[in-house]
T-cell receptor, first 112, second 112 residues
Framework: DSGVTQTPKHLITATGQRVTLRCSPRSGDLSVYWYQQSLDQGLQFLIQYYNGEERAKGNILERFSAQQFPDLHSELNLSSLELGDSALYFC???????????FGSGTRLTVV | GNSVTQMEGPVTLSEEAFLTINCTYTATGYPSLFWYVQYPGEGLQLLLKATKADDKGSNKGFEATYRKETTSFHLEKGSVQVSDSAVYFCALTQGNTDKLIFGTGTRLQVFP
């Protein structure tokens, strides 16, 4: 157990729907990162939050949004889902910049 | 922009063979370099890292040396085990961001 908890582990939903992925960081970690792993695009950085504020943004679609709550857990919201959004979504956390990440085990999203 | 290039897999070896997985990078300035490992059904785990030129990262018998002159960070292990079978990702971060840029991953298969 890495200490980073992601729920759910698996999610199957239909095109056009909206889902929420949840991440609880390791105790004491202030930064949360979201990554998407797909067969065609590999591992891509989506977004980073630090202590509740957006810190950096990557190749995140406008249909996707995220937030980090006061208790430091984070949610990634994916809307108007398309088949191409099927992927593994990883969350990672870090105590501070340059201290390295700890990854969760991911949420596998299948859009049918 | 910054990028990481890894050798194509799969790499197939017999137990106790020598392993090299090539990784080269393109970046301005002085990135930090990482190797992550992903076992089946799990998230990514940091294997080793190096933050400046000529640094050698090592862990669990794996080693990689930060070579600025050849912009490389090749992963090596002297004697692989079946339990080393996994996907290995080379990655970099740079500047004032912790965003990880990953290579495409190299699958290693070790047979007894």
């Amino acid at each position: 157990d890495s200490g980073v908890t992601q729920t759910p582990k698996h999610l199957i939903t239909a095109t056009g729907q909206r889902v929420t992925l949840r991440c609880s960081p390791r105790s004491g970690d202030l930064s949360v990162y979201w990554y998407q792993q797909s067969l065609d695009q590999g591992l891509q950085f989506l977004i980073q939050y630090y202590n509740g504020e957006e810190r950096a943004k990557g190749n995140i679609l406008e249909r996707f949004s995220a937030q980090q709550f006061p208790d430091l857990h984070s949610e990634l919201n994916l809307s108007s889902l398309e088949l191409g959004d099927s992927a593994l979504y990883f969350c990672a956390s870090s105590p501070a910049q340059g201290r390295g990440y700890t990854f969760g085990s991911g949420t596998r999203l299948t859009v049918v | 922009g910054n990028s990481v290039t890894q050798m194509e897999g799969p790499v197939t070896l017999s137990e106790e063979a020598f392993l090299t997985i090539n990784c080269t990078y393109t970046a301005t300035g002085y990135p930090s370099l990482f190797w992550y490992v992903q076992y089946p059904g799990e998230g990514l785990q940091l294997l080793l890292k190096a933050t400046k030129a000529d640094d050698k990262g090592s862990n669990k018998g794996f080693e990689a040396t930060y070579r600025k002159e050849t912009t490389s960070f090749h992963l090596e292990k002297g004697s692989v085990q079946v339990s080393d079978s996994a996907v290995y990702f080379c990655a970099l971060t740079q500047g004032n961001t912790d965003k990880l840029i990953f290579g495409t991953g190299t699958r290693l298969q070790v047979f007894p």
